[in-house]
């Protein structure tokens, strides 16, 4: 579903991402984790085509993310770690411009928004203006549009920061969901507990550098995935 083959990103003289090399499965729930700056977000950034890089290869369901762009962004929803939605919208509004976007009909969008509104308890709050929601509710609308075209691959950045409880359980069932339904999870995140108990698979990057990566077993093995992350970080 995704692979990303040899990804070398740079800033300048820095190397944010140094010869990375990731295949996430059909079926996969994928998480990648590492210390801030790690360069977890600018490999998020490339895989979904916001930022170019400088060498390697990324490609989604088989497509170039860098020769076929606009097919590679119709099989994917991308959330990323700051909602940075359309204020001025409504959250109704925002959700049927995305929905726009990639020709989601009248019916399967309405019935979408409704089950996922409700179920995030924010359907009365949809003909409000963005600018009046909370952190936690621009996370949910952001979560609903990201689920409204029923992406192939679903990329998300600290999913879930600011997200209560019921809403974070809520989408972790989501997310297994689409997996079990032959789509496939890549995300970052810090909450490791989470991690450990969520993901089919998982890599850990340092400096840039991919440092050890596989099934949750292989990672861990008899430890927790925190002492792992923690004995890793220190070398």
């Known amino acids: 579903m995704l692979i990303i083959n040899n990804l070398t990103?740079?800033?300048?003289?820095?190397?944010?991402?140094?010869?990375?090399?990731?295949?996430?499965?059909?079926?996969?729930?994928?998480?990648?984790?590492?210390?801030?700056?790690?360069?977890?977000t600018t490999t998020i950034k490339s895989v979904v085509g916001i930022l170019d890089f400088d060498e390697g290869e990324i490609l989604i369901d088989g497509k170039s993310i860098k020769d076929n762009p606009l097919e590679c962004k119709k099989e994917i929803a991308y959330i990323p770690d700051n909602p940075d939605i359309y204020e001025y919208m409504t959250g109704i509004q925002y959700l049927n411009f995305v929905s726009d976007i990639y020709n989601v009909d009248a019916q399967k969008r309405k019935d979408i928004i409704s089950r996922l509104a409700s179920t995030f308890e924010i359907e009365e709050s949809l003909?409000?203006?963005?600018?009046?929601?909370?952190?936690?509710?621009?996370?949910?609308?952001?979560?609903?549009?990201a689920w409204v075209h029923?992406?192939?691959?679903?990329?998300?950045?600290?999913?879930?920061?600011?997200?209560?409880?019921?809403?974070?359980?809520?989408?972790?069932?989501?997310?297994?969901?689409?997996?079990?339904?032959?789509?496939?999870?890549?995300f970052s995140t810090h909450v490791l507990e989470v991690a450990e108990k969520l993901c089919d698979k998982i890599a850990i990057i340092k400096n840039g550098v991919l440092i050890k990566s596989g099934t949750m077993d292989e990672v861990k093995g008899d430890e927790s995935l925190e002492e792992v992350f923690l004995e890793l970080e220190q070398k």
Do not use: W
């Open 9 to 40: 990103k740079k800033y300048d003289e820095k190397t944010a991402v140094n010869n990375l090399n990731l295949h996430i499965q059909k079926g996969e729930i994928y998480g990648f984790i590492g210390h801030n700056g790690a360069g977890k």
């Open 127 to 145: 003909n409000q203006l963005i600018s009046s929601y909370s952190h936690g509710m621009k996370q949910k609308l952001a979560i609903i549009s």
């Open 150 to 186: 029923s992406p192939k691959l679903i990329i998300m950045d600290e999913p879930f920061v600011g997200l209560d409880p019921k809403a974070a359980f809520t989408l972790k069932g989501m997310m297994r969901e689409v997996c079990d339904n032959g789509g496939a999870i890549f």
